[in-house]
Nanobody, 123 residues
Framework: QVQLVESGGGLVQAGGSLRLSCAAS????????MGWFRQAPGKERSFLAE????????YVTTSVAGRFTISRDVAKNTVYLHLTKLQPEDTAVYYC????????????????WGQGTQVTVSS
């Protein structure tokens, strides 16, 4: 079983930045590609970004490309999502997840999920 714990969320003003972290643990946790998703109130969970298991290849969805970046510290078994130029529309619960397929972008291919961390952007 793989356990994922997100952290780094909080309240930030529009135009600000945050770095979200996802600490992974458990059997095979360091061998799995990882992704970030978000879900705003009343909306579906949407894909944001993915990184392969060794942290070399990444993919960020077009809607946030240029503002959000994903990275992986293999030694620390931690995945990051760097959020910049944040807008109120970015307010959501942000989730990290693990998959055995890369690239995919589909939440249906993600096996393990964290509990999420809240990001709130004020205007």
């Amino acid at each position: 079983q793989v356990q994922l714990v997100e952290s780094g969320g909080g309240l930030v003003q529009a135009g600000g930045s945050l770095r979200l972290s996802c600490a992974a643990s458990g059997r095979s946790s360091s061998d799995m590609p990882m992704g970030w998703f978000r879900q705003a109130p009343g909306k579906e969970r949407s894909f944001l970004a993915e990184v392969d298991w060794h942290g070399e290849a990444t993919y960020v969805t077009t809607s946030v490309a240029g503002r959000f970046t994903i990275s992986r510290d293999v030694a620390k078994n931690t995945v990051y999502l760097h959020l910049t130029k944040l807008q109120p529309e970015d307010t959501a619960v942000y989730y990290c997840a693990a998959t055995r397929k890369y690239p995919t972008s589909s939440p249906h291919n993600y096996i393990y999920w964290g509990q999420g961390t809240q990001v709130t952007v004020s205007s």
